[in-house]
């Protein structure tokens, strides 16, 4: 997925183009460095200048004979070479004014050594060449009057172009005595090149040679299995998230840099046809490695060019064909497919810049920076071969595949954070919203909860007004019809008052915070009419067993529980004429069961109209959802058994 910008914004330019100034420079450093002054480390052994050259034609029985042979005719009686004075470094065979034979070997005679600085008695000297290129190297002694051979390097010669030829010439002692040779072998219409040449102890001179096999083999090596690595990462990644094909882009860029690195550091094969079709591969892969630099800056790039996309695959896959070591194909030579390439990397390296100063994104201005350095290392490495730049020069192009990972990395690494900014972000904006509808939901949840408290104040002033209205209330109108009429005595007043002051007393009870607990609530009612029963000689008994809560028990449930209760009681007190009343609350398998036994006169229910005592009873019990069961017989007192739920079902 490409993002929809990724413009920095305004405070990061100054860092970004501080960054990019800082890497261009250290790039351009490198570059320099490596172009000019490159022969590290740097040593006590001057290096040999002027030489003498001096072309030996080859035949191919010569050469198949091999070198031994070759050395017996450049020695052999009034064939002495005459050798012509050259500077090195050499750049090709044309500055020596030598007619070139069809094959022949080049010939560079090294002065006569003189002491050799720190080459003490069992010291042990070498000669050390940078760089040969072109061909074969050999290298010869004359002492005594013959040429001996010290070195062949003749089954190197297809990595001879970047390998540093180093040769033990023995003691010091001797060193000096002798007079060196370095020869190379190579066609007429394959020129070759030649740094300056180095003879010195071999502990001044290791150091040197080491240093440059790993920067022309090792580094490359090393840069390239490194890009190969992240590359591994990154497709294991998109396999993971297949719309994230940048990561596609990535891993097949680090494979093309593989491909097109491999020649710097491996073993080329040995069959010409092979070999033909292994420097096809490293070098069209360098275009491929061109176009995915292109893809992978466009998903940086707001305004992408679809066709301009289009048209550069097909360029560079018309380049791959084109350039195919077959019969017939037009591109056969590398250094045209080098200059193509050029060319075209140019012009997409100018579109990329344009975009950059038209977007401002700060990951496409360092792809871009990276491509342009790209382009600055295969330029030198191309005025390399053509013999522009000396041969003591290194191959940069290696080495660019690190600047391009660390801009790859440099901009998925951007984009990681900044996708995770955005995400923080996100999630702080959720966290802000999260509050305000927490702080909205509390506002309301108090206003509700006040509405809600304004309601039960609301329904229990009117259930207080209500229970009052038809309990006290009504009593106290009964008692003032009567009182005004005349017809009630003292004793018969004050009985209604205590009537209505014990109503009022079961209005009060059933506010009292119970806890759902019915033992609790008829323990006051008990509290309340103890005196009462026993100035009526009475006696209470009163058996409890442990109850649960009563969840339905709220305060007009409880109100309705006395109510029955005290209504059985004074029933009791005015007409069992009883010594013993008992109140037993048990618990039974699906409720609780209130009874009240009196051992009073009783009475047979089948004798009597039920009234309006025994029917208001019946309705409060029913009100509760549970029942009322009454048992009296005549001279054996009465049972009245009050069952109630343990869950309230709905009245309806």
């Not at 342009?372 to 071969?385: Q, R, Y």
């Not at 103890?530 to 709220?554: F, H, K, Q, S």
């Amino acid at each position: 997925m490409r993002p929809a910008s990724w413009a920095s914004s305004a405070t990061d330019l100054p860092v970004g183009w501080a960054r990019q100034l800082l890497l261009l420079g250290v790039a351009l450093l490198i570059l320099l460095t490596a172009a000019w002054v490159v022969d590290l480390p740097r040593h006590s052994v001057e290096p040999i200048s002027q030489v003498g050259l001096h072309v030996q034609p080859l035949t191919l029985g010569s050469r198949q004979a091999g070198a031994a042979a070759v050395l017996r005719q450049l020695q052999a009686p009034g064939s002495e070479p005459v050798w012509r004075p050259v500077s090195l470094p050499l750049r090709g065979t044309d500055e020596a004014g030598l007619a070139a034979p069809d094959l022949g070997i080049w010939w560079h005679l090294l002065p006569a050594a003189r002491a050799l600085p720190g080459g003490g008695a069992g010291a042990r000297c070498a000669l050390y060449v940078p760089r040969v290129s072109g061909g074969a190297v050999v290298v010869a002694g004359w002492r005594e009057g013959r040429w001996s051979l010290q070195w062949d390097g003749a089954d190197l010669w297809r990595e001879q172009w970047n390998r540093p030829v180093w040769v033990d010439v023995g003691l010091c002692e001797q060193a000096t005595l002798t007079r060196w040779a370095v020869g190379v072998v190579h066609p007429a219409d394959q020129g070759h090149r030649i740094s300056r040449i180095y003879l010195g102890p071999s502990e001044a001179l290791l150091p040197a040679y080491e240093a440059r096999t790993q920067l022309q083999q090792s580094g490359a090596q090393v840069g390239s299995l490194a890009f190969l690595a992240l590359g591994v990462i990154a497709l294991v990644y998109w396999l993971g998230r297949p719309r994230e094909s940048s990561f596609l882009v990535f891993a097949l860029t680090s494979v093309a840099w593989t491909l097109r690195n491999l020649h710097y550091y491996t073993t080329l094969p040995r069959q010409q046809v092979t070999l033909d079709w292994f420097w096809w591969m490293t070098n069209a892969s360098l275009a491929w490695v061109m176009a995915l630099m292109y893809l992978f800056a466009l998903y940086f790039d707001p305004r992408p060019s679809p066709r301009l996309t289009r048209a550069l695959l097909v360029f560079v896959l018309a380049v791959s064909l084109l350039s195919m070591p077959l019969p017939g194909m037009p591109l056969h030579s590398l250094l045209a497919v080098h200059l193509i390439n050029a060319v075209v990397a140019s012009a997409v390296g100018l579109l990329l810049t344009l975009r950059t100063l038209q977007t401002g994104g700060e990951e496409l201005r360092h792809i871009t920076l990276a491509f342009w350095l790209t382009e600055a290392f295969g330029l030198h490495d191309l005025l390399l071969v053509t013999g522009v730049i000396a041969p003591s020069s290194i191959y940069l192009l290696p080495y660019a595949s690190l600047v391009v990972l660390l801009a790859f990395l440099y901009a998925a690494q951007r984009r990681y954070v900044l996708a995770t900014r955005q995400a923080a972000e996100a999630q702080q904006r959720l966290e802000e919203q999260l509050a305000r509808r927490e702080e909205e939901l509390r506002e309301n949840h108090e206003r509700l909860r006040s509405v809600e408290r304004e309601q039960a104040l609301l329904l229990e002033r009117q259930r207080l007004v209500r229970d009052m209205h038809d309990g006290l209330g009504s009593n106290l109108m009964s008692a003032l019809v009567l009182a005004e009429q005349g017809r009630l005595s003292r004793d018969a007043v004050a009985g209604l008052l205590r009537e209505c002051l014990d109503d009022l007393r079961l209005v009060i009870d059933s506010l009292e915070p119970i806890g759902n607990d019915l033992v609790t609530l008829l323990a006051l009612l008990r509290h309340r009419l103890a005196r009462r029963l026993e100035a009526a000689g009475l006696n209470l008994v009163w058996a409890v067993d442990d109850l649960p809560p009563l969840d339905w028990l709220t305060p007009p449930e409880a109100l309705q529980v006395l109510r029955i209760v005290q209504e059985v009681l004074n029933n009791v007190l005015r007409h069992a004429h009883a010594r013993q009343v008992r109140i037993a609350i048990s618990r039974q398998p699906d409720g609780v069961r209130v009874a009240i036994e009196d051992d009073g006169i009783g009475f047979d229910p089948a004798q009597t109209t039920p009234g309006r005592g025994l029917r208001h009873l019946r309705e409060r019990a029913a009100r509760l959802g549970g029942r009322l069961h009454i048992d009296s017989r005549p001279g054996l007192g009465t049972s009245v058994q009050l069952d109630l739920a343990f869950q309230r079902k709905d009245p309806a």
